[in-house]
């Protein structure tokens, strides 16, 4: 089988995939067929379940208390469009153990009431959304095991602050190496030490993964959210690119208070799926114990990633764990690597389970044309051009908003 021959290779042909087929999406684990959403609802727990097991891990506990502290707050920033708020989270145990995380937090300034909020991680700190230099370098843990970027404002283009202020919404930011270090050497400065002992910490990656902690974090970001009043907490959208998207996708998944999962180029382990072999695959991300992406997942993936099938699920159904709740899908044309089809093709798959809570769905079977977002509970959005999350991915992320959740 070429998988087996030659599971190195990166396949761009679309000619040259072979065939596969997906779980079927209704279908209990046993393999009932599910037609009401009391049996999907019954269903979904062990699914989750599943998808814990197999490819993300386990889901983590409550600190046993959190303390969260303003260390900052100015009123004028972003030219006077928004308050920005640095907030220091500390997750303690009774045992003496404590990990710290700094949020930041953007709020329309013209807001009269509480706003409905994105929250996402970011790749090195807070400090590259914007060149604020009130903006604490934050994550920088992670320069003990990688390039670390120091620079204002660095990634500022993937987040347009400014017009998501002026589209009313909040934006909440921490860096993922607060929660885990990205590195496969990053377990014990990760929040587990928290919860596990060294010894548990030691077969790695047996039933937990970094993509768990990074959820976890998401989940912390909104715990804290829900108490500052100028949020409304109850509309909190997650968001993620690459990594992080795959993350997003998790958090969505593990945290149903998050009612509009924005899920960008998130590629294999994300949206796209796993049986299908274009671009990026659970071998090439899994194999190298060392390697980049192996602790993202369980071991479970790593020791079935040259064979997809034996997953007993595929991420089509990690979608379909949204629903009801709005998700939203982007690819790039460009971005092979994440195979934009393939992300499609799991979006599309999920869609039974949306049409059965009398959701509206996307009605073709094949993506849309490049620049032209599709459905609201369910939206897809195929940009233009590279592996990034730029100013149109946020514009239809704030319409599936407006159009699903508001
Ligand atoms: C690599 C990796 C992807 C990941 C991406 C990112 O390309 O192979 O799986 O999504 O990095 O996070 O930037």
Not at 13 to 35: H, N
Not at 372 to 386: A, C, E, H, I, N
């Amino acid at each position: 089988m070429y998988r087996q021959q030659i599971p190195w290779q990166v396949n761009y042909d679309e000619s040259q995939v072979p065939p596969f087929s997906l779980p079927e999406v209704l279908r209990t684990v046993d393999g009932v067929p599910i037609d009401s959403v009391a049996q999907w609802e019954a269903n979904r727990p062990a699914l989750l379940e599943l998808f814990r097991k197999e490819m993300y891990g386990r889901r983590l506990p409550l600190p046993d208390s959190t303390q969260y502290k303003l260390l900052s707050e100015k009123k004028d920033a972003l030219d006077g469009t928004a308050i920005m708020q640095q907030i220091e989270m500390t997750f303690s145990m009774d045992n003496g153990k404590s990990h710290k995380a700094i949020m930041l937090l953007f709020i329309p300034a013209a807001a009269r009431k509480p706003v409905p909020v994105f929250t996402g991680l970011t790749f090195n700190g807070n400090h590259v959304v914007c060149n604020d230099p009130d903006i604490l370098v934050t994550g920088s843990v992670g320069a003990e095991f990688r390039d670390f970027d120091r620079t204002y404002g660095s990634q500022a283009r993937r987040f347009p602050l400014k017009r998501i202020m002026e589209r009313s919404f909040a934006v909440a930011v921490c860096s993922y190496h607060d929660f885990f270090p990205d590195d496969y050497r990053g377990w014990e400065k990760s929040i587990l030490p928290l919860f596990l002992s060294t010894e548990e910490l030691r077969p790695r990656g047996k039933d937990i993964s970094a993509i768990a902690v990074w959820a976890w974090g998401l989940s912390r970001m909104l715990d804290c959210l829900e108490t500052n009043p100028l949020i409304d907490a109850e509309k909190g959208a997650v968001f993620g690119h690459s990594r992080l998207g795959k993350t997003a996708l998790w958090a969505g998944a593990e945290d149903t208070r998050f009612k509009l999962v924005c899920v960008n180029d998130s590629g294999c382990g994300g949206a796209a799926p796993s049986r299908r072999l274009f671009g990026e695959t659970l071998f090439s991300m899994c194999a190298k114990e060392n390697g980049f992406g192996n602790y993202w997942f369980t071991h479970t993936v790593k020791d079935i990633c040259a064979v997809p099938e034996k997953l007993s699920v595929d991420q089509h159904q990690l979608i379909a764990l949204i629903a009801p709740r709005a998700v939203a899908v982007h690819s790039a044309t460009l971005d092979r690597w994440a195979d934009p089809r393939g992300e499609y093709l799991s979006f599309w798959h999920a869609a039974p389970v949306y049409k059965l809570y009398g959701k509206k769905t996307v009605l073709n079977a094949t993506p849309p044309p490049p620049e032209t977002p599709v459905g609201t509970d369910m939206s897809y959005f195929l940009r233009q051009g590279r592996h990034d999350m730029l100013l149109s991915d946020w514009e239809c992320y704030m319409d599936a908003f407006d159009a699903a959740v508001k």
